[in-house]
């Protein structure tokens, strides 16, 4: 999802991360893409501008981000993981065709859930998976 954030390094000052280059790099990243990116994703887009960059940089500076409420995991599949600087409550469609991730609004979740009352929700995820629009239109499907 796309993030207004007008000072990256504020941002992240304000959720207790300093913010380094690196830092700053992937969270922008993560905050201009519509695309859920992952490691891979992230490590492939900045390698060329930052050599020194590893995977296990990429892939601790997500951790920390997660760990203080700056990005939302997404296990859709088993095989890889996503990341979204988008934390706001939505769900994720994965097209099975093109792979990707697009995010969709949940209007109210309360009627869904009166079945836990008296539990206390710590996390929620919510997918979807089949063929978008697009791949349809394209495939007859
Ligand atoms: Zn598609
Ligand atoms: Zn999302």
């Given at each position: 999802?796309?993030?207004?954030?007008?000072?990256?390094?504020?941002?992240?000052?304000?959720?207790?991360?300093?913010?380094?280059?690196?830092?700053?790099?992937?969270?922008?990243?993560?905050?201009k893409s519509y695309e859920h990116p992952t490691v891979?994703?992230?490590?492939?887009?900045?390698?060329?501008?930052?050599?020194?960059?590893?995977?296990?940089?990429?892939?601790?500076?997500?951790?920390?981000?997660?760990?203080?409420?700056?990005?939302?995991?997404?296990?859709?599949?088993?095989?890889?993981?996503?990341?979204?600087?988008?934390?706001?409550?939505?769900?994720?469609?994965?097209?099975?065709?093109?792979?990707?991730?697009?995010?969709?609004?949940?209007?109210?979740?309360?009627?869904?859930?009166?079945?836990?009352?008296?539990?206390?929700?710590?996390?929620?995820?919510?997918?979807?998976?089949?063929?978008?629009?697009?791949?349809?239109?394209?495939?007859?499907?």
């Amino acid at each position: 999802m796309l993030l207004k954030i007008e000072n990256v390094g504020q941002y992240l000052r304000d959720a207790g991360i300093k913010p380094s280059i690196q830092r700053l790099k992937i969270f922008e990243i993560l905050a201009k893409s519509y695309e859920h990116p992952t490691v891979e994703n992230i490590y492939t887009q900045l390698s060329p501008e930052i050599p020194t960059l590893s995977k296990t940089t990429v892939y601790n500076t997500l951790k920390l981000f997660q760990k203080h409420g700056l990005v939302m995991v997404i296990n859709i599949e088993d095989n890889e993981t996503r990341y979204d600087a988008d934390t706001s409550f939505h769900g994720h469609f994965k097209c099975n065709v093109c792979g990707k991730v697009s995010d969709f609004n949940i209007p109210n979740t309360q009627p869904l859930i009166e079945s836990l009352k008296g539990s206390l929700i710590t996390e929620s995820h919510y997918y979807l998976k089949g063929i978008c629009a697009e791949c349809r239109l394209r495939t007859d499907n």
